[in-house]
């Protein structure tokens, strides 16, 4: 069975960080890339960043450069986004996806990726 498991949300002040977590299992990780998403109220889901897990080669949006890392574990089969000096136009629900591609700069429609987690809620308080 796949899995993609999302951790590390919550309530942070403006100029906080957190770290979330994406666990997968089921599939060949070494062979996908990792995307985060995320989806605001009323919005539309939008690519936050992306790894390849073969090479390690990564993506970011351009509202997040500078400020997220996107990392993976891939003895643990983890894939990690490290973000700092949030905004709270960063507040949204965040999902990891696994996807049989590359990740580039043009992996960020979300018909791209296979797999999906439910979410964790990251919220900014101004």
């Known amino acids: 069975e796949v899995q993609l498991v999302e951790s590390g949300g919550g309530l942070v002040q403006a100029g906080g960080s957190l770290r979330l977590s994406c666990a997968a299992s089921?599939?060949?990780?070494?062979?996908?890339?990792i995307g985060w998403f995320r989806q605001a109220p009323g919005k539309e889901r939008e690519a936050v960043s992306c790894?390849?897990?073969?090479?390690?080669?990564?993506h970011y949006t351009d509202s997040v450069k500078g400020r997220v890392a996107i990392s993976s574990d891939n003895a643990k089969k983890t894939v990690y986004l490290q973000m700092n000096s949030l905004k709270p136009e960063d507040t949204a629900v965040y999902y990891c996806?696994?996807?049989?591609?590359?990740?580039?700069?043009?992996?960020?429609?979300?018909?791209?990726?296979?797999?999906w987690g439910r979410g964790t809620q990251v919220t900014v308080s101004s």
């Open positions: 089921g599939f060949p990780f070494d062979d996908y890339a």
């Open positions: 996806a696994a996807g049989d591609i590359a990740c580039t700069k043009y992996s960020v429609g979300t018909y791209m990726y296979e797999y």
């Open positions: 790894v390849t897990v073969a090479d390690g080669s990564t």
